[in-house]
């Protein structure tokens, strides 16, 4: 009797297991190419596309570099500060924050939010720790979309499956393929390795039966035919920063070719142009030799010299000038941050009011990309409690103002509010609207804590100190803290 012997789920990648992945990674090698173009872009090593008319052979390995797409990038994320995540009814929020130091969230958060503007979206995945304790926090990782991608339901706007390539390193035996699959479901997380014969070999299942896939997509520029992002890196500014790298490098042939002005000699003998044993003189010796005592010819004429006018690169530089015109209206930037000047400088309030598109943005990406956060975190709490949170508790992104105002500016709003009422002296939220950072306000209920405890105590040694002491009862003496003590 031959006995048939069952697959392990445990070692083996089911049939529809291993459809989706194919699907998954066909969908993720798909999109590479333009992500990696972006990311080029960012860098300044994209290839110039040269249109062949102006640029001699001799030069085609000359590269010129314009680094606009990367300041126009920066200058949005740099606007995208997150300082702390929060229960919005103003509870306690120690257990957010535990999740959030354990990730080094308030760090890692720049990473996120300058890949998904460079390349139009970036994902947090969440799963369980790994420190092999119960109360161990849970796992929140930052992934490229170069090595990751999402399908998506647009009906329940929510993810079905996700799929993450990555590099095995040194966590498992990788069978001589350095390479690691990590497919999120709904119900599990499974990582597998590629074997010898050219399969997959399952090494854990995380089953964690949330009913969701512990992945959050955060989009940039997102519409309603295309929620997975685009870049802001849009055609219009890669096309105009090759125009600007092709004319730079048009400068740069120019100043090879045309730089030292071409001179002329009419009437010379030929003597001239040899030195004293007869021998003709190179076209360097000639042009930058002393050409200026010149015989006299047979007539007793005297050669004419002269230059022509070199070339002047003012002309390219004005177009240049255009472009950065140009590139500062695609990203919203002030004209300055691009290296567009004026004679005449602008002044403060002028540039507040070139700054007002890109402060918008940054307010629009802040609300857009401080959702991903708040979702990332309820799986967080979801995966650490095994249950989700209650829907009625909403979590808060707190972000640092993207504008920039004087402190003076910020202080005179917020003493006006707190003096018509409309705000307390003690809240918080005045202390955040003049400006303060989370740590900053922390330390402010500490100190007010403290000092209302001590003004407390001086209350009650005063009333001691009034009260009569009864005939023959012993004198008590209150209890002082001592000055290490926290009030």
């Known amino acids: 009797m031959t006995l048939s012997i069952p697959e392990l789920p445990l070692l083996n990648l089911s049939d529809d297991e291993l459809a989706l992945i194919q699907v998954l990674r066909q969908d993720m090698l798909s999109d590479r190419w333009r992500l990696q173009l972006r990311d080029a872009y960012f860098n300044g090593e994209q290839l110039v596309r040269d249109l062949g008319i102006s640029i001699p052979p001799q030069l085609k390995g000359l590269h010129t570099v314009i680094g606009w797409p990367r300041i126009g990038v920066e200058s949005l994320e740099e606007r995208l500060d997150l300082e702390a995540l929060r229960w919005a009814d103003g509870s306690d929020s120690s257990d957010l924050q535990e999740i959030v130091d354990a990730n080094d969230l308030l760090d890692e958060s720049s990473l996120a939010h300058l890949d998904a503007l460079t390349y139009g979206r970036e994902y947090l995945a969440v799963g369980s720790g790994d420190c092999g304790t119960d109360d161990c926090p849970p796992l929140i990782s930052i992934e490229s979309p170069l090595d990751m991608t999402l399908m998506w339901d647009a009906r329940l706007r929510m993810g079905t499956a996700a799929l993450r390539e990555c590099a095995a390193g040194d966590l498992y035996d990788a069978g001589g393929d350095d390479r690691m699959l990590v497919l999120y479901l709904p119900d599990q997380t499974i990582h597998a390795v590629p074997t010898t014969s050219g399969g997959w070999e399952v090494v854990d299942r995380d089953v964690h039966q949330l009913g969701v896939v512990p992945v959050v997509r955060m989009a940039n520029r997102q519409r309603t035919a295309d929620r997975v992002g685009k870049s802001e890196i849009t055609p219009d500014v890669m096309s105009i920063t090759d125009a600007a790298c092709r004319r730079l490098m048009g400068i740069e ?102 700054e007002a598109k890109l402060v918008k943005r940054a307010e629009r990406r802040s609300r857009r990309f401080g959702a991903a956060w708040q979702q990332a975190m309820r799986l967080a709490l979801w995966v650490r409690d095994g249950e989700p949170p209650d829907k009625s508790r909403r979590i808060e992104c707190v972000w640092r103002n993207p504008a920039t105002p004087t402190i003076a500016a910020q202080t005179d709003a917020v003493v006006k509010l707190v003096q018509a009422n409309i705000l307390p002296a003690d809240s918080d939220v005045a202390l955040e609207m003049a400006g303060l950072t989370e740590g900053q306000r922390q330390r402010v209920a500490a100190d007010r804590r403290r000092s209302t405890a001590g003004a407390g105590l001086l209350d009650r040694l005063a009333q001691l100190d009034a009260s009569p002491v009864s005939s023959g009862a012993p004198d008590v003496a209150p209890e002082v803290p001592s000055a290490g003590d926290d009030f």
């Open 253 to 354: 042939v120019a100043s090879e070719f045309f730089g030292a002005p071409q001179r002329y000699i009419l009437g010379a003998s030929e003597s001239a142009f040899q030195d004293a044993e007869g021998n003709a003189k190179s076209a360097w010796e000639t042009y930058i030799g002393r050409v200026l005592a010149l015989e006299r010819d047979e007539d007793g004429n005297v050669p004419t010299v002269g230059q022509f006018s070199a070339h002047d690169p003012s002309g390219q530089t004005k177009i240049i000038d255009l472009y950065a015109r140009i590139m500062a209206s695609q990203f919203g930037l002030p004209p300055h941050m691009l290296g567009y000047t004026t004679d005449n400088p602008a002044s403060a309030d002028a540039i507040r009011s070139t």
